[in-house]
């Protein structure tokens, strides 16, 4: 799937938390690319079929979430800059 290399410290979480409890509760392995890949955005979800779907909706989820508080906060400053 493609995610924003932006996005991956966030979706890992910090050592690791956030993205082992999606591999955990969804029995998948997740690879992230190396820092210097040709396709830096692309995270590779391994598993069962339904279990790397769901796995990789959570993703996508979080990443909307992520998204989603970004714009609040550019909002949020530049409606106190006006």
Known sequence: MEVPSRH????IGRRGVLINKVRTDHDVQIIFPERISSRPDIITV???????KNAR???????????????????????CIS
């Open 57 to 79: 909706d959570e993703i996508l989820k979080k990443v909307q979430e992520l998204v989603s508080a970004n714009i609040a906060v550019f909002v949020l400053c530049f409606c």
């Open 8 to 11: 991956h410290t966030k979706l």
């Open 46 to 52: 391994v598993g069962l079929e339904d279990n790397a």
